[in-house]
């Protein structure tokens, strides 16, 4: 591919980790190519535990420089003599091979031979090569699992040096990271996500009121949706996990463990069946979600809507229910959104989230956890506040009587 020359191998993860360097030369400093390798070492754990636990473990290619030492390429040949097994049958035909053909497999498939003087080093695929040598230093069982590798011919040049550079950015710079809609629909070790998409599916009550989007916002004008699926997403990784709340420690089933590991299913059923009947406590005790199920509609224009209705709103409700569940006092906190005039007609609602020249809404996380705060203040449910907090607080001037 370009004016590359390369050569689509495999290698066990033994060779892996006795060959392949973590520090690629592509720099006359060695301290510009170590802190590449400083970069990598503190994020390989991630992968040591997914090819430890992970029976169906399967990589990308790695891209791996390659220079000095004595490598050599044996061709193999296929004659028409052994493709005569592929022929058709039926129509009593031979797969034959015109001369260009003949030329292109003979050139193609073969044995690279490296003497072992060779530098070999890691260009795409870090983290995977590091977590390669983590493995096999602690369990000698993965030596021979194997892997796809792909060798680029490298010089250790000043030029070449640049050209590996400049492959090295590439790779590393446009790789694009899945998105979490992409995560949600498609990740089956994520048990946030499995119990997302399980819900949009089967259960009644949100299946035809969740909006499947990209980003976190509901457009105003949508009027048949009652939230999206990330934020729905969000809203159960944190009724489920020990995330911290607006930085308040909570309980919960270990954050990054729940979120990259699959659990048991009978693990995910209950949380599942914990999650919709939360969901169905809510929608039958807080009126506005109520009147949405029977009408099947809201105006996210008007500010008499509740604030339940858009993502700010319900990232409030999910955080203060979080810390209320771990406190005793879901029932305090359900009443409380029932009760209260959750709207940007409500003053305070209004002084916290809306911008009265542009009549835009202000959003900020500090405003959030402003109104956050309040809430558990209201609920008598205790907590530590910084002084940026507590400035916060003298700044807006709203006291929980006016709650």
């Known amino acids: 591919m370009g004016d590359w020359f390369y050569y689509v191998s495999l290698m066990s993860f033994k060779e892996i980790s006795k060959r392949v360097s973590m520090v690629p030369d592509i720099h006359k400093s060695e301290k510009l190519s170590r802190l590449i390798q400083r970069e990598v070492s503190n ?6 535990e997914y090819i430890q636990t992970q029976d169906q473990r399967f990589f990308n290619s790695l891209i791996l420089g390659i220079y000095g030492g004595k490598p050599r390429w044996h061709e193999f040949s296929i004659s028409d003599t052994e493709l005569s097994d592929y022929s058709n049958i039926d129509n009593k035909e031979s797969l034959e091979l015109d001369e260009s053909e003949q030329e292109y497999f003979d050139s193609s498939i073969g044995v690279l031979v490296l003497n072992g003087e060779e530098k070999i080093f890691a260009i795409d695929g870090q983290h995977r090569t590091k977590a390669i040598q983590e ?3 602690d369990d000698s069982k993965f030596n021979n699992e194997e892997i796809t590798t792909i060798f680029v011919a490298h010089r250790n040049t000043e030029e070449g040096m640049e050209r590996t550079r400049r492959l090295f950015s590439t ?29 949009v ?29 990330i934020v729905l997403y969000d809203f159960i990784t944190t009724l489920l996990t020990d995330q911290k709340v607006f930085n308040i420690p909570v309980k919960g089933y270990p954050y990054k463990e729940f979120t990259t590991r699959r659990a048991e299913e009978e693990v995910l059923e209950e949380c599942q069946k914990f999650i919709e009947n939360l969901f169905l406590e809510l929608f ?17 224009r008007d500010r008499s809507t509740s604030l339940l209705f858009r993502p700010v709103g319900q990232n409030i409700l999910y955080s203060v229910l979080k810390i209320s569940l771990d406190n005793g006092k879901k029932e305090q906190a359900i009443n409380f959104f029932a009760q209260q005039d959750f709207s940007l007609e409500n003053e305070v609602w209004k002084k916290v989230f809306l911008d009265e020249e542009t009549g835009s809404m202000k959003t900020t996380k500090t405003r959030q956890k402003f109104a956050f ?31």
């Open 43 to 48: 994020r390989s754990t991630d992968i040591v």
């Open 135 to 137: 493995v096999v230093k």
């Open 171 to 199: 790779l590393n710079r446009y790789a694009k990271p899945v998105g979490k809609s992409e995560i949600i629909a498609i990740d089956e070790e994520d048990n946030s996500a499995i119990i997302t998409r399980r819900i």
């Open 201 to 229: 599916e089967q259960f009644p009550l949100l299946e035809e009121i969740v909006q499947f989007r990209k980003t976190r916002s509901i457009n105003v004008s949508e009027t048949k949706a009652f939230t999206n699926i």
């Open 284 to 300: 039958e005790k807080i009126p506005p979600l109520n009147s949405f199920i029977e009408v099947k509609e809201v105006d996210r």
């Open 373 to 403: 705060q309040l809430i558990l203040k209201k609920l008598e449910i205790r907590f530590k506040q910084t002084d940026k907090d507590k400035e916060l607080f003298e700044n807006f001037d709203i006291s929980i009587d006016q709650l």
